[in-house]
Nanobody
Framework: QVQLVESGGGLAQAGGSLRLSCAAS????????MAWFRQAPGKERKFVTA????????YYEDSVKGRFTISRDNAKNTGYLQMNSLKPDDTAVYYC?????????????????WGQGTQVTVSS
């Protein structure tokens, strides 16, 4: 069993930055992928970015490429999402997810473990 706790969400202005954290814990933490998804008001949850825990290869949805950076600290079992140049369209609940085995990176079904979500609101 894995527990994921997101932190770092809040209110930012357009053009600003936020850094989200995802701390993983539980018995025998093991992961192949850590990902971030987001769900904007009235819309479906969508893939944002993911990282291979072992070799740090990253994947990004086009709308955040060049603005968001995913990283991880293996020793702390923690992943990070650095969000720069924020836009109002980035407003959403952001969810951290972990896959213990390889799957389709952007598919929600690949991730059995999810955090509770953290709200990110970007004002104009």
């Amino acid at each position: 069993q894995v527990q994921l706790v997101e932190s770092g969400g809040g209110l930012a202005q357009a053009g600003g930055s936020l850094r989200l954290s995802c701390a993983a814990s539980g018995r025998t933490f093991s992961t192949e992928l850590m990902a971030w998804f987001r769900q904007a008001p009235g819309k479906e949850r969508k893939f944002v970015t993911a990282i291979r825990w072992g070799n740090a290869i990253t994947y990004y949805e086009d709308s955040v490429k060049g603005r968001f950076t995913i990283s991880r600290d293996n020793a702390k079992n923690t992943g990070y999402l650095q969000m720069n140049s924020l836009k109002p369209d980035d407003t959403a609940v952001y969810y951290c997810a972990v896959a213990p085995a390889w799957g389709v990176v952007s598919a929600q079904t690949a991730y059995p473990y999810w955090g509770q979500g953290t709200q990110v609101t970007v004002s104009s």
